[in-house]
């Protein structure tokens, strides 16, 4: 599978590659989950998909990964 076949394609080449990508999904899914608030408005409908909300972040510049 290459990674234009994946929905997120541009969110992953945008923070360097697959493995960057899960580990900003799981710091940040971590931190919502301890009350952090979403930093792009999260849809209107009460259930939403907090994996997209994160790939909104990532494709707005709010989340990258440290680079010593």
Same mark, same amino acid.
Request: aromatic share 8%; hydrophobic share 40%.
């Given at each position: 599978?290459?990674?234009?076949?994946?929905? $997120?394609?541009?969110?992953?080449?945008?923070?360097?590659? $697959? $493995?960057?990508?899960?580990?900003?999904?799981?710091?940040?899914?971590? /931190?919502?989950?301890?009350?952090?608030?979403?930093?792009?408005?999260?849809?209107?409908?009460?259930? $939403? !998909?907090?994996? !997209?909300?994160?790939?909104? /972040?990532? /494709?707005?510049?709010?989340?990258?990964?440290?680079?010593?």
């Amino acid at each position: 599978m290459t990674l234009a076949n994946t929905q $997120y394609a541009e969110a992953i080449t945008k923070v360097g590659g $697959y $493995y960057n990508f899960v580990t900003i999904i799981n710091r940040r899914m971590k /931190e919502l989950n301890n009350g952090q608030p979403p930093m792009v408005q999260p849809p209107a409908e009460k259930n $939403y !998909d907090r994996i !997209d909300l994160i790939v909104k /972040e990532i /494709e707005a510049g709010f989340l990258v990964i440290a680079q010593n």
